[in-house]
């Protein structure tokens, strides 16, 4: 008997996991609204992994910035290549194995996860988005660098609009 009553849980588990990634995705944003913000935004085909993943495995992963370059000169994740959106540049890519560990990030995770999708159709086959990406690492107080390698307290907001979801009052926001 308990078996059979075990069955519909096993059922909904499934279908719910087979709705999607989103379903079963990991890690979130430390706020709920920009959480349901970035979590509108994208279509989890690609992996998604959480910033506190990353930011606890260093060294695991090639990190790839899909940014506009001055985005990634004002801060980028500490060792971070700059790939470009709608990228990857080649340069960005010089000496990856096709079985690397590559995270992609951009300020949210949209222009990130369509690189991402890029890199794969490619035949890269271990190959992430950073949930959240750079605002949500700044967001938790994670350290970044400006393009000379040096540590900063400051984030490419992208525009006025999407500035605001970076809420750290420790980390200046950067608009051009």
Same mark, same amino acid.
């Given at each position: 008997?308990?078996?059979?009553?075990?069955?519909?849980?096993?059922?909904?588990?499934?279908?719910?996991?087979?709705?999607?990634?989103?379903?079963?995705?990991?890690?979130?944003?430390?706020?709920?609204?920009?959480?349901?913000?970035?979590?509108?935004?994208?279509?989890?085909?690609?992996?998604?992994?959480?910033?506190?993943? $990353?930011?606890? +495995?260093? /060294?695991?992963?090639?990190?790839?910035? #899909? *940014?506009?370059? %001055? !985005?990634?000169?004002?801060?980028?994740?500490?060792?971070?290549?700059?790939?470009?959106?709608?990228?990857?540049?080649?340069?960005?890519?010089?000496?990856?194995?096709?079985?690397?560990?590559?995270? $992609?990030?951009? +300020?949210? /995770?949209?222009?990130?996860?369509?690189? #991402? *999708?890029?890199? %794969? !159709?490619?035949?890269?086959?271990?190959?992430?988005?950073?949930?959240?990406?750079?605002?949500?690492?700044?967001?938790?107080?994670?350290?970044?660098?400006?393009?000379?390698?040096?540590?900063?307290?400051?984030?490419?907001?992208?525009?006025?609009?999407?500035?605001?979801?970076?809420?750290?009052?420790?980390?200046?926001?950067?608009?051009?």
């Amino acid at each position: 008997m308990a078996r059979i009553g075990l069955l519909p849980f096993l059922l909904q588990l499934l279908f719910s996991c087979a709705q999607g990634q989103s379903a079963n995705r990991l890690g979130h944003c430390d706020s709920p609204a920009f959480d349901r913000k970035v979590g509108g935004m994208l279509r989890f085909d690609v992996p998604a992994v959480d910033v506190d993943s $990353v930011r606890n +495995s260093p /060294g695991r992963y090639l990190l790839l910035d #899909a *940014r506009a370059e %001055r !985005e990634y000169e004002v801060s980028h994740l500490p060792g971070a290549r700059w790939a470009d959106y709608p990228g990857p540049r080649r340069e960005a890519l010089a000496g990856v194995s096709l079985n690397q560990p590559i995270v $992609v990030y951009c +300020s949210i /995770g949209y222009r990130s996860e369509r690189v #991402a *999708r890029n890199l %794969r !159709e490619q035949g890269y086959t271990n190959v992430s988005n950073l949930y959240g990406s750079i605002f949500e690492w700044a967001n938790r107080g994670y350290p970044l660098e400006d393009g000379a390698g040096r540590p900063v307290k400051r984030v490419h907001g992208y525009n006025a609009s999407w500035s605001q979801w970076v809420t750290n009052r420790a980390y200046e926001r950067v608009i051009d």
